[in-house]
């Protein structure tokens, strides 16, 4: 069967190949029952538009580019799962793009801007401290999702963001292992120098140990790796085996995201400790893993799917001519499992 | 400040506004020295090309796109990072797209290329029997990864494909389960229609048991659900479940997925089986949650980086000309771990 072009078609449909063009791209100027006529003709014949045709003026290629930092976090996949969904329904495509911890997102994205057809970008993690200066020459609609407000605010009409309230939510996982009876509680955390989440995790760990008087200790805190991925079960490990290894006494672990407390208990029973009965374990983020682990992982779960259709009413409310910028913040919750436990 | 537009670069330039749109452009019909001097310019001025500016010729918007069936997989996440990675330093970009279990993947292709600017198109899962007049009429070249030739064999010519030998691995993990002396191997498996991997891996169980003169019985087959998503935990741990409520009786469950033996995990101490214990645990992926649950699971590991490397390398090979299909078939390993042992 030889290729049906587009000029058969016109030709079947006694019409010419830019009417035929006008069908396929929707164009308004167009007979609907020419239209429709035309779209008939082209169903019964298989035609499929070909991708190099000269004489046919293409559909614009919308698209919505995710910009994820630590794809390793097995939340963000569920998160882009519904950011797929979603922007499919609206006839966009979801273009995928990893930005490398070292890399600055917003820089890797005015370089984005500048190759591909986007129309919207959404911030999936990464810091939350950017120059205004940079995000005024973004000219593409953008969001910030599952990143809060930082310490150093930006201007809230400079950007839009959905998250969680990172600070308070790592607080309430502190004061609940304090309300067991802990009193030394480790934690692995970011870098200090961190401008993401990990350093408001951080701070709300802090704000527990404050407001129960109790002294914040350099040493009980386990610093990520750099050269590991960032939120990794790896990364969890090997940080848990410097902890153990550094002799320093706890009986609770606080691992800010689930896939670094995953890590963590592999390091924990090859040690020899039991969880809980030895060394209590909680994580952050509550993703599906940590209800399947052996034992059931404590956690602060965020509302992910929220999160997600969230993210993308406030891209398409801007992509649709909303001026104002929006900031929300949705209510984690603590889920108490079996990897934590009393003081012994 | 006022924004800087292609003119004013034209203008500081003293050249024309074309020119800097082929500079921008990589257009091979401009002198050199030329382009340097004008891409110095637009980084001084901090110049974004704007997209809505009529005056520009743009870049072709080239994309690749992922077309993932069960995304609930890790081990895809794993892969599309690579795709990820690789399409980028091609200067490509990705474009993901999930398709539901109940679409036909190829359909869901031929919609794809009417309306994107797609230059190939990889597909990660799915069915390995397709209409050759579907696969036709895809003009877009396509890979098929992790997808092996299946009983009703396509033409190889009309397609070319990256996986493993699934049904040769799944022999091969249940052999091994055979030579720890067990004898009542249940098996989580796709539904007989199924005509993925997962009819694969269920036909190497039946070939290892009729190799080693053992009867095929149906009570001893969990079929996945079809109202949860396929390769995920809750569907593991929902089979398991109704698996154990048969009375059947079993020493060994090999599940077809890591995803799969982890939810069953959960159900078979729910009922108060220790792993490996009263029952020998198995999957098959080698995802790397397998290494930190606990126990570590015993499973097939696929090679999963080198398979997502040969997919991109066949897909740049028909996009630079390569007329013949290819087929690559590559090792997965046995890893042997702690959630299987000897039958007591």
Known sequence: MAEITIKDIANLCGVGVSTVSRAINNHPDINPETKQMIMQVIKEHDFVPNNSARNLKRVEANSIAVLAKGITNPMFTDMI??????????KYSLVL????????EVDVALELVKEKRLRGIIFLGGCFTHSEEKLRRLKVPFVFSTIGAGPEKLNENSYSH????????????????????????????AKCEDLSVGSLRLQGYQDALRKHDMPYREELIGHLEDTLPEYSM??????????????VHFTALYAIADVLAIGACRALREAGYRIPEDVSVAGYDGIELGEYFYPRLTTIRQPVEDMAMATIDQLFDILEGEKEHKHLTLEGSLEIKESTSAVS
Chains 1, 2 share one sequence.
Do not use: P, W
Request: without cysteine.
């Open 234 to 247: 790896i990364n969890g490990y090997q940080v848990t085996k410097k902890l153990i290894a550094s002799g």
């Open 81 to 90: 799962k519904v950011f797929e969904e979603e922007t499919m329904k609206r």
């Open 162 to 189: 959905v998250s969680v309230d990172d600070r308070k939510e790592s607080e309430r996982m502190t004061e609940y292992l304090i309300s067991l009876g802990h009193r030394d509680i480790a934690i692995i955390a």
């Open 97 to 104: 793009h990893h930005v490398e911890s070292r890399e600055n």
